[in-house]
């Protein structure tokens, strides 16, 4: 059955030697989120059993994506400021769920202080920075560990790489991020969408 990638989720990337947890990088993963207002960029997303899908990715703050699939996968996820919308067309039902209350939500808020719930993984190489943000009084909610590649030219100095989401039955999927574009004109019109009615087609 597929899984909303939020709720569900996987490793972008694998464990390695310790290394010290650092404040700077706590600080320049915030300055990161609220350097980006949109970005757009293609993912591979990789469940817990391997499966393997592709799509576009359609960011705007605060509060909006889209997760658009290739042709042959009937799904689409939208936030659209508020809320966060799980579509599936193939059997006409829709799901929700607050942004806030999703583990994306640290990537489409960019008045979260990450410094009160984010705390850096080892990676043990100076030039990725891995980041865990969860609520620990909320579960419920999972958590999500972001990937970043230090790259001046990107804004905040960090090019976003990917993330893993784990819900609270150990879930996981990854998503991994390539041609990523920052600070492109993306039309509130992209976060619109069609009620799934059963026989409809998507997007």
Known sequence: MFKPLFLTAAAVAVAAPAVAQ???????????????????????QTDRAGKVLT?????????????????????????????LWFLDYSVGQKSRWPVGNSPL?????????????????????????????????RPEFGRITLVFAKQASAPGGLMLQGWVALDSQGNRTSI??????????????????????RGSVRN
């Open 105 to 137: 939500g640290v990537l489409l808020d960019p008045t979260k202080d990450i410094s009160r719930f984010a705390t850096v993984q080892p990676t043990g190489n100076p030039n990725i920075v891995s980041v865990e943000a969860r609520d620990p009084k």
């Open 22 to 44: 650092t404040a700077p990088d706590i600080a320049q993963v915030q300055r990161h989120l609220q350097a980006v207002s949109t970005m757009t960029a293609n993912f591979l």
């Open 176 to 197: 991994r991020l390539s041609n990523q574009q920052f600070g492109v004109p993306v039309s509130d019109q992209a976060f619109k969408w069609r009620d799934p009615k």
């Open 55 to 83: 799509g576009t990715l359609t960011l705007k703050k605060p509060g909006k994506v889209r997760f658009q699939y290739e042709k042959s996968v009937p799904i689409l996820i939208v936030g659209d400021g508020k809320d």
